[in-house]
């Protein structure tokens, strides 16, 4: 299997080669990629029912011979081992067959977002020198296909643009398969999209042998099995639904994925109660969502709940109201992923964002002198281990501060950790909201808002929301005559940018608060924000 990999993954940060060896000593990596996994899975289950997707129904040998049949298409579009491609279509059994006959050509997905826009995926396909993109024809009314040639035209890699539904079914061709050169299990398998990717696109590369550790240990940590029906809500391409354990960790314990169009209640409740959905996984404002409209207890064992910080008020509501278990997530798309346990005392699932799922996971709480935080003291969250990146692809600037000399992953997250290793999340120190669970990088925003010719300057800082966490608050000093914040909206909105970045509240001001060294006080800024400061300028 082990052929010399593509030569841009040279641009992938890995592990130190010793370090690599013990962990594959150790039996964390194996010599697997995600098309081996699959090939066992369909013949240990055969037929059992591995996803739901509306009336359609597969089993493991469907699934298996689905993305086969798809990844030969793919080969004779003429997609090789080591090819990018962007990915970004809506919840649906596709997105699976899709990733698994990526996965088994070697060809490589950058996991988009159904809400990203033309500048993301053009910045996207651009970076990634994609060749094609695989998207639905229209998303809530917006023309995902004028979206896709506007941005081939910009990008000259982009040969082919793949529209769920029609172009993606005639790509499944079940004759016979051509040879083609199999990835190795330490090549990428996809990329996954950094939160609050500013600019130039942070991809984070994930590899096979590593993902799989990653869905190995998850699986565990949430207890799946072959009893598991896991309810897909969240985006699918989001590292939480997808590997976190998500559906491939369903598939991965022999359980049925169930997959929803969309998160409401009105879709997931019913699909609950047809399916004996057992686990689901949501970010905390739809938590909020669902407790506003249950009306009795639902059928679910558990609830697994991350991407932002879980209210403990909110968190408590959980087992009454809806029914079932809490588990918290932290995680991130680099890596580290933790849990509360589900024979943890009700205080701490409450109250705590858990502990790493692995035991070979390496974390630091790093207080702002540098030294090491001792139990209950905040600082900054680092991490590294055998499932946290050591860099993202080709982005040596931003490796230089996102890593430690020492391979530590900073995260940016404030949080403290308890005599039992437990972790709880206190606050942040990078320049990004968390709208939710959906992450904005500030930078962007600010970069686009001051390309408006009636904007002088523009800081883009969090505003405390009690139901999303925090949402997104432009402040800007404006030129005479002053523009309207619908036509500051209408401006980022027409620049391409996706809608869950688009400031949900604009406010005018003369001057900003300056630091020592003359740079925008953003601390101050959130300050009077909290303390309503600027009620009389406010223009929503
Ligand atoms: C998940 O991944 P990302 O990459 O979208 O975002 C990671 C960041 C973390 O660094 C932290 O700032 C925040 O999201 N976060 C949380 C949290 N879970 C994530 N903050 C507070 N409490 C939590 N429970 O968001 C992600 C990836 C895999 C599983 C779950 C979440």
Redesign the pocket.
Known sequence: MSQTPPGWQALCPFWPAELAETYRKAGLWQARTFSDILDDLAATHDDRLAVIDGTRRFGYADLRDRSLALACGLYRLGLRRGDRVIVQLPNCAEFIELCFALFRLGVVPVLALPAHRDLEIGQFAAFSEAKACFIPASVEGFDMVAMAHRVQKATPSLRHIVVLGTDLDALYQQDESPEWEAPDAEDVACFQI??GTTGVPKLIPRRHMEYIYNVRCAARASGFSQATRYLCALPMS???PMA?PGFIGTLMSGGTVVIASNPSPDTCFGLIAEHGVTVTALVPPLVLLWLESVKAPLSLELLQV?????NPSTARRILPELGCRLQ???????GL?CYTGLDDPELRVIQT?GRPMSEWDELRVIRPDGTEAGPGQTGELQVRGPYTIRGYFNRPDVDRESFTPDGFYR???IVSRNEDGYLT?EG?DKDQI?CG?E?IGVDEVEDLLLYHPSVVDAAVVARPDARMGECACAIVIPRDPRPSALSLRRHLRDAGLAGFKIPDEVIFVASFPQTGVGKINKRQLREMLRQEHFGGEVTA
């Open positions: 950094s939160g989001h590292n939480f976190c991350g991407g932002a910080k879980l918290q997530v932290l995680g991130m798309a680099e992923i964002q995260s940016g997250d999340v942040r968390n669970g992450k």
